[in-house]
């Protein structure tokens, strides 16, 4: 459960001048605020509220949404598997782009842009912002190759120029791969793993594509399947964690649980003062 809405409901008790309550609202929607001499409490939200006020006496309900990066992961991890074409490793410019195309944009371009905008509701930024771009890489990937088999665009075997203009496509996703490897540092080693591989691989192809350089290019392929390897890996523990409520295959988390075994962890986030939402998946 990433994301709700808090009511306050109840009575507290109280009076006189340095007790106060103010109701709003019909039903289950009302909000509440009470204010108290400040020096009887420790901690103060912005808007002057006690975060303990809220701990004893708030009541949350949260929309309940699956982690989004489990569909993210996984379309990433078939999509990459699937189009070894990009390396010339089987088929032809002509049949295998498309068969290879549909699939590219269905399922890596539609279903991960879906899940990035999953993660924005979970208000997963890094979720998002790798989601998205990889999303919209495969949506355009697929049409590029529509375009190729049909003869509307030159192919990048045949043509260098065509080669070295989408050289450029891996030259911005290698730059967003690496701020998400800095990012994902704060998150989990799984992650930073997966970003890594995606990162190298990026800038290689890039390189290779760029300048020609065919073996660039192979080693660039070979690390963007092992992202894929990784990207699987780490969806398959996010989907086994939340099918038995317990950590299965470990993912490198830098808070527990980290352990097989464990029982997974949500908190509500009050010392953040963001009362009744979860950060994250």
Same mark, same amino acid.
């Given at each position: 459960?990433?994301?709700?809405?808090?009511?306050?409901?109840?009575?507290?008790?109280?009076?006189?001048?340095?007790?106060?309550?103010?109701?709003?609202?019909?039903?289950?929607?009302?909000?509440?605020?009470?204010?108290?001499?400040?020096?009887?409490?420790?901690?103060?939200?912005?808007?002057?509220?006690?975060?303990?006020?809220?701990?004893?006496?708030?009541?949350?309900?949260?929309?309940?949404?699956?982690?989004?990066?489990?569909?993210?992961?996984?379309?990433?991890?078939?999509?990459?598997?699937?189009?070894?074409?990009?390396?010339?490793?089987?088929?032809?410019?002509?049949?295998?782009?498309?068969?290879?195309?549909?699939?590219?944009?269905?399922?890596?371009?539609?279903?991960?842009?879906? =899940? *990035?905008?999953?993660?924005?509701?979970?208000?997963?930024? +890094? /979720?998002? !912002?790798?989601? $998205? %771009?990889?999303? &919209?890489?495969?949506?355009?990937?697929?049409?590029?190759?529509?375009?190729?088999?049909?003869?509307?665009?030159?192919?990048?075997?045949?043509?260098?120029?065509?080669?070295?203009?989408?050289?450029?496509?891996?030259?911005?996703?290698?730059?967003?791969?690496?701020?998400?490897?800095?990012?994902? =540092? *704060?998150?989990?080693?799984?992650?930073?793993?997966?970003? +890594? /591989?995606? !990162?190298?691989? $990026? %800038?290689?192809? &890039?390189?290779?594509?760029?300048?020609?350089?065919?073996?660039?290019?192979?080693?660039?392929?070979?690390?963007?399947?092992?992202?894929?390897?990784?990207?699987?890996?780490?969806?398959?523990?996010?989907?086994?964690?939340?099918?038995?409520?317990?950590?299965?295959?470990?993912?490198?988390?830098?808070?527990?649980?980290?352990?097989?075994?464990?029982?997974?962890?949500?908190?509500?986030?009050?010392?953040?003062?963001?009362?009744?939402?979860?950060?994250?998946?």
């Amino acid at each position: 459960m990433n994301a709700g809405s808090l009511t306050g409901i109840g009575r507290l008790s109280g009076s006189g001048p340095d007790s106060r309550i103010h109701q709003s609202g019909t039903g289950k929607e009302k909000a509440m605020t009470r204010s108290r001499r400040p020096s009887e409490f420790a901690a103060v939200g912005g808007d002057g509220v006690p975060y303990s006020l809220w701990r004893e006496h708030t009541q949350i309900n949260l929309s309940p949404v699956a982690a989004p990066s489990i569909l993210g992961l996984f379309g990433f991890a078939v999509s990459t598997f699937m189009v070894a074409k990009m390396t010339g490793w089987f088929g032809d410019d002509v049949t295998t782009p498309l068969i290879l195309a549909p699939l590219a944009i269905t399922v890596g371009g539609v279903a991960e842009f879906l =899940a *990035a905008m999953w993660s924005y509701r979970s208000r997963d930024t +890094l /979720a998002t !912002a790798i989601h $998205g %771009t990889w999303g &919209a890489f495969w949506i355009a990937y697929g049409i590029y190759r529509l375009l190729a088999g049909l003869g509307g665009l030159p192919g990048t075997a045949a043509s260098p120029v065509a080669a070295t203009a989408f050289g450029f496509w891996f030259v911005g996703l290698a730059a967003v791969m690496w701020i998400g490897v800095f990012a994902a =540092a *704060a998150e989990n080693a799984g992650v930073i793993l997966v970003l +890594l /591989a995606l !990162a190298v691989g $990026g %800038t290689l192809m &890039a390189i290779g594509l760029i300048a020609g350089v065919s073996i660039l290019e192979t080693i660039a392929a070979y690390c963007l399947l092992a992202s894929a390897v990784l990207a699987w890996y780490i969806g398959s523990a996010m989907v086994l964690e939340a099918a038995y409520g317990r950590v299965v295959l470990p993912m490198g988390k830098r808070s527990p649980p980290n352990v097989p075994g464990r029982q997974a962890k949500g908190t509500t986030q009050f010392d953040l003062g963001e009362r009744g939402r979860k950060v994250g998946q």
